[in-house]
């Protein structure tokens, strides 16, 4: 892109005169080498939050992003060299010299209490890996509307007609969809809920919804959407792979089906296991389209 000034041209026409580096800079998190890794496991603080030690050095590129409280993901160094991108752990700093130029930080892998969790994060970090920040907290945004866009793609190029819901709805037009697309085949019309994987363990899906009226717990209602489309880009780093599950109650007479809330059987469990081929999670649109 950089040698194509068309391409760069049609990318930031809407935002009027924009560099190459800044579009760089806001798409591509830094990358930051550890320099110092102590994988000694302890209680920060005496409490619950169970932490190791990381360092990283200090430099012009950096040195905005260096201050107290910020966080990042550990990417293996098999990334930089063309291997998929892959969450090890997490990072946070937690003091930075600029004096010396060193920053230091706690490791920890979002599950509060779980020293073993850390422990195997720990055991596949290397100082050789990098600590990735996102400068401007554009990333999040980019890999969902990126999911979102191959899922279109994909349905599409097997038949399907896609309809793209609204981000939001005007009061005076009805109510807000709470689903994000809608597939068409032979005049059948589904709706799909497009989410992620939970990032602190990806064995796991995110099925949340934010809470409101008709919704008094943060799990997504079974009568919501008729399937969900859960992107896979956190497990195997390429946008393209997805898991689909219909969104129905787990029973004898629908084996297929995920399992509810505790307390609300009307709401889907909010973070099932999401394994392609174990019953509830399949590969493809196809495999959940007739099933209800």
């Not at 997490?90 to 930080?105: C, F, M, Q, T």
């Not at 554009?138 to 038949?159: D, F, H, P, R, T």
């Not at 946008?239 to 889907?268: C, M, N, W």
Request: aromatic content about 12%.
């Amino acid at each position: 892109m950089a040698e194509d000034p068309q391409a760069l041209e049609l990318l930031t026409k809407r935002y009027g005169d924009v560099t190459f580096e800044a579009l760089t800079a806001v798409l591509t998190p830094q990358l930051i080498r550890i320099t110092n890794l102590d994988k000694r496991i302890h209680k920060e603080g005496g409490g619950k939050h169970w932490r190791a030690i990381f360092s990283v050095q200090i430099t012009e590129d950096n040195y905005q992003l260096m201050q107290r409280g910020r966080t990042g993901k550990f990417v293996p160094e098999s990334f930089i060299d063309g291997g998929p991108w892959r969450e090890i752990c997490k990072g946070r700093i937690v003091s930075a010299d600029y004096n010396s130029g060193v920053a230091h930080g706690e490791i920890y892998t979002g599950k509060a209490s779980s020293k073993s969790a850390l422990a195997d994060a720990l055991d596949e970090l290397s100082g050789d890996d990098f600590l990735e920040i996102d400068q401007y907290g554009a990333s999040a945004k980019i890999v969902s509307g990126l999911a979102e866009y191959y899922l279109s793609e994909s349905a599409q190029a097997n038949g399907y007609k896609v309809r793209r819901m609204p981000e939001d709805t005007a009061k005076h037009l009805g109510s807000y969809y709470n689903y994000d697309f809608e597939f068409e085949k032979n005049e059948v019309s589904k709706k799909c809920e497009v989410k992620s994987l939970w990032g602190t363990d990806t064995d796991y899906a995110r099925l949340i919804h934010g809470r409101g009226p008709g919704y008094p717990t943060s799990s997504c209602k079974y009568e919501t959407q008729d399937f969900f489309a859960i992107s896979l880009f956190l497990r195997t780093g390429k946008i393209q792979d997805f898991a689909f599950a219909p969104s129905v109650p787990l029973s004898e007479d629908k084996p297929y089906g995920l399992t509810s809330a505790r307390k609300h059987p009307e709401h889907v469990n909010q973070n099932p296991i999401c394994e392609i081929g174990n019953g509830s999670w399949f590969s493809s649109i196809d495999e959940v389209w007739d099933l209800d």
